[in-house]
């Protein structure tokens, strides 16, 4: 299992909110990334970082931002959510120390703006 | 981007029965891996096979790696009810983030 964590598992709310969905890790990992995903589609890097305070766009534009403050902790920031956001978002991380590159995944945000 | 795609898109099969799924790509690679997604969840890493490999296998699972056609097959022997599952395959090429294909989604009839 691995030790990576997303908060909130679901969540409902009202267009033109702001949402910051929590992501922290406790392997120590440099590397952290966050993926969006429809249900039954493929995943989209939105956003990646290497380590305290760099942080990349992916290849899917997105309205939202990251920070990365501290080693452990990515989260993923909706300044105005709109319905467009509804989706799955999936962060995950990887050790710089793991030659076989494997990521780990958290369980997945649910986000429905409506 | 060097997507992978994987083929088939969706795959039905019954218990007991072998599944094969596969995966192309378009540029150079230094390992490829397998992932499982339930529906709903998070993915969890299957396997990861390496440029220099041609064959890798775990438990049920066996990967093939074929760098000169840029594609790779998993296949599930003896599949099982709770194989059911989304498989992605990932590829990686360096100091990147992996790029995930778009998956097959796989059902296996009890």
């Known amino acids: 299992e691995a030790d990576i964590y997303q908060t909130p598992r679901y969540l409902v709310i009202g267009t033109g909110k702001k949402i910051t969905l929590e992501c922290s890790q406790t392997?120590?990992?440099?590397?952290m990334y966050w993926y969006q995903q429809d249900p039954g589609m493929e995943l989209h890097l939105i956003h990646y970082?290497?380590?305290?305070?760099?942080?990349e766009k992916g290849d899917l534009s997105s309205e939202s931002t990251v920070s990365r403050i501290r080693t452990e902790h990515f989260p993923l920031t909706l300044e105005s959510a709109r319905p467009s956001h509804t989706s799955q978002y999936l962060c995950?991380?990887?050790?710089?120390?793991?030659?076989?590159?494997?990521?780990?995944f958290g369980e997945g945000s649910w986000l429905t703006v409506v | 981007s060097q997507q992978g795609e994987e083929d088939p898109q969706a795959l039905s099969i019954q218990e007991g029965e072998n599944a094969t799924m596969n995966c192309s790509y378009k540029?150079?690679?230094?390992?490829l891996q397998w992932y499982r997604q339930n529906s709903g969840r998070g993915l969890v890493h299957l396997i990861l096979?390496?440029?220099?490999?041609r064959e890798k296998h775990s438990g049920r699972l066996r990967v093939t790696l074929d760098t000169s056609k840029k594609s790779s097959s998993l296949l599930i022997t003896a599949s099982r009810a709770a194989d059911t599952a989304s498989y992605f395959c990932?590829?990686?090429?360096?100091?990147?983030?992996?790029?995930f294909g778009k998956g097959t989604r796989l059902s296996v009839i009890a």
């Open positions: 995950a991380s990887r050790s710089n120390a793991d030659r076989g590159n494997t990521i780990y």
């Open positions: 392997m120590g990992h440099d590397k």
């Open positions: 970082s290497y380590g305290v305070n760099s942080t």
């Open positions: 540029t150079s690679i230094n390992n």
């Open positions: 096979i390496r440029s220099n490999e």
């Open positions: 990932a590829t990686d090429s360096g100091n990147t983030p992996l790029v």
